[in-house]
């Protein structure tokens, strides 16, 4: 499967602001934005001034590249979750952001169990979750209302683990998820609405992207 294998740091400072996408260390003085907080490449620092007007499609673009990025989520399969909440009863842009909400990776990002959504999804591909009794390998699975998270048995031995629940620091889990990192348990008590992602991403622009 692809997946991007450059420095992720080059990807906030694309995007101009930080995207979070290292966990801690976006936080820390060796976050690369705050050295270098200027478009990646030779012409990098003189480029803003060279461009300081953008076209209405290209801030769609940077928009929609925002937010695929945060997600970590290529262009087709972004493309995907996009038509399908096109498909929705719903506003397409909220609809968009809870589809990409519901992805598993993002699920134990947020309850506590990774520092990224990267290393949550590396967690998840390698194995070391059950969802509702049944193993589950696949980064992009869907959760719903009622759904139960867990670590495997063969996976709680791990050292991981204990670091994990010693960890006091983490951001608190939002509202739709009850989180316990001490029985390493998640619980989906409801499905995200709008107002529960806090994300700094305007999705109108993205919806007006893919309707050009």
Request: aromatic share 8%.
């Amino acid at each position: 499967m692809a997946r991007h294998i450059e420095p992720v740091c080059r990807l906030c400072r694309r995007e101009g602001e930080k995207l979070f996408l290292k966990g801690s260390r976006c936080l820390s003085g060796k976050c690369a934005f705050e050295r270098r907080s200027f478009i990646p490449g030779q012409h990098g620092p003189n480029l803003k001034a060279k461009r300081a007007k953008t076209s209405d499609y290209g801030v769609q673009l940077r928009e929609k590249q925002k937010l695929r990025r945060i997600y970590g989520v290529l262009e087709h399969q972004f493309e995907r979750y996009y038509n399908r909440a096109l498909k929705s009863r719903g506003v397409t842009g909220a609809e968009l952001l809870i589809l990409l909400e519901r992805r598993l990776d993002n699920v134990i990002y947020r309850a506590g169990f990774a520092p990224s959504r990267a290393a949550a999804r590396q967690l998840v591909n390698h194995a070391h979750f059950i969802v509702n009794g049944n193993p589950v390998d696949v980064a992009s699975y869907l959760v719903k209302a009622g759904d139960k998270i867990g670590v495997r048995d063969e996976s709680r031995k791990l050292p991981y683990w204990k670091t994990l629940a010693a960890d006091k620091d983490s951001a608190p889990a939002p509202t739709w998820m009850a989180s316990d990192r001490n029985a390493m348990q998640v619980l989906v008590q409801a499905m995200p609405s709008r107002q529960d992602i806090e994300i700094p991403v305007k999705e109108q622009l993205v919806v007006e992207y893919y309707s050009r």
